[in-house]
């Protein structure tokens, strides 16, 4: 009989910590790689000309994408905590952040100032494994030309 009531508690405690932290860990691992989709299909695009049409289209899963993860950090908040602190696999994700970036992201244009820092920031705060499209090496240039010969 102890058996059974120990297999009970067991189970319970189970389901417990599936419902609390493995489903949004695995929901937050969902919106990450629509972040990724996203970053991908609008950014690192090759150079398109950017219709009225795929500039809605861009804004509309730019938004979507960030609300979602805004909504995450908002509801299921010791999870969102435990991302922040490095809970799993010791590594930091900010998924607030990224939302707030991408709505910001959503109203620019591709290609602007602007728009690289904040692709930059959500690849930051998601710890994507993503090369930022030249931002990182457009910023690289800027900042050497601009340091003094001692910077450098």
């Known amino acids: 009989m102890a058996s059974f009531v120990w297999g009970v508690i067991g189970g ?3 389901w417990v910590l599936t419902t609390t932290i493995a489903a949004p860990f695995y929901r937050f691992m969902s919106l990450r790689s629509e972040a990724a989709r996203v970053l ?8 398109r000309v950017a219709t009225p049409d795929w500039l809605r289209q861009r804004a509309r899963e730019y938004s979507r994408c960030g609300t979602a993860l805004i909504a995450f950090s908002a509801s ?3 999870v ?6 490095g ?3 010791g590594m930091r994700f900010y998924p607030q952040s990224a939302g707030k970036s991408l709505i910001a992201l959503a109203d620019l ?9 904040l692709e930059d920031e959500i690849i930051a705060a998601l710890r994507l494994s993503l090369v930022p ?10 900042k050497l030309k601009t340091a ?3 910077q450098r």
């Open 148 to 150: 003094s010969p001692r």
């Open 80 to 85: 969102a905590r435990m991302l922040r602190s």
């Open 87 to 89: 809970f799993f696999f």
């Open 76 to 78: 299921t908040v010791i």
């Open 12 to 14: 319970f405690v189970a």
């Open 40 to 47: 991908v299909l609008y950014e690192h695009a090759a150079e």
């Open 109 to 117: 244009e591709p290609r602007k100032p602007g728009s690289y820092e």
């Open 133 to 142: 499209s030249v931002s990182t090496a457009t910023t690289a240039i800027r």
